[in-house]
């Protein structure tokens, strides 16, 4: 990159260290989506006993499976793991006697040998160490409660929101876009993100719009993949490419 006695305010133009604080951001920023992603199909992915997120995924997690129970629905999806067929069946069955309290004694060492020990330490999650909670979750699943959604919903409006920041602040230094185009493309994870965070809350009413859940997901990924790529090419590609890049991108009128 040649040298120059002017500040120039773009991606290729920062001194190397700027360029490593913004780029060691961005790839932790990455790998955490990557885990974030792994983490989903793991859960809600695992919703319908098949693993890959579809729209049946979404429409158990927020709407619940109506014909069955969140115990067995979880017992046969994303906790299908965590206990062998004998002791899964026995509280399947359980659970679709009416869970009675009278058989309480027969499933309590079941729930103890393979549920409390996370279940105990986990913030949120039934205990399973007592009937009514193990009861509970052996209703007909509902999907999602209430005070779930709001805790939810709450953690990733705040916590993503600030991970856009930060990525469209890299992003606003790009070259060799308008103002207008980077404009756009930062909006639109903010956007897909709203969009995202309601359609749980419609999907738990109504199940059809668990499409705009998947449409919200990847439409905010999407964005945040191209701001990601595209600073880090121009941080580590342009400037040895022999040209000075002499815009202000802060600057509106260019």
């Not at 979404?58 to 999806?77: A, D, F, M, P, T």
């Not at 969009?195 to 990847?218: H, N």
Request: charged letters at 15%; hydrophobic letters at 45%; proline letters at 3%.
């Amino acid at each position: 990159m040649k040298k120059s006695d002017t500040f120039h305010l773009n991606l290729p133009s920062f001194s190397i260290s700027v360029r490593t604080l913004f780029s060691g951001y961005l790839l932790v920023m990455g790998i955490g989506f990557l885990m974030a992603g792994a983490q989903i199909l793991l859960t809600h992915g695992m919703a319908d006993g098949k693993l890959g997120v579809s729209v049946d995924d979404i429409v158990y997690s927020y709407h619940g499976n109506r014909n069955s129970s969140k115990l067995e629905s979880k017992l046969k999806g994303s906790m299908k793991d965590k206990a062998n067929a004998l002791d899964r069946m026995i509280l399947i069955k359980w659970a679709r006697e009416g869970a009675k309290e009278e058989e309480w004694k027969k499933v309590q060492p079941v729930f103890e040998g393979n549920c409390i020990q996370c279940h105990s330490t986990i913030p949120g999650l039934p205990t399973f160490g007592d009937y009514e909670s193990s009861a509970e979750v052996a209703k007909t699943d509902m999907g999602a409660s209430i005070d779930s959604l709001t805790r939810v919903s709450h953690i990733h409006l705040f916590g993503i929101a600030f991970i856009f920041i930060f990525v469209g602040f890299i992003f606003s230094f790009a070259v060799g876009l308008s103002q207008k185009t980077k404009a756009v493309i930062i909006a639109i994870p903010f956007i897909f993100l709203i969009v995202d965070i309601f359609s749980w809350w419609i999907t738990k009413s109504y199940p059809g719009f668990a499409w705009f859940t998947i449409i919200g997901g990847f439409g905010y990924i999407f964005a945040f993949a191209i701001m990601i790529a595209t600073s880090m090419y121009q941080m580590w590609v342009l400037p040895y490419n022999g040209k000075v890049y002499t815009s202000n991108e802060w600057d509106d009128s260019q």
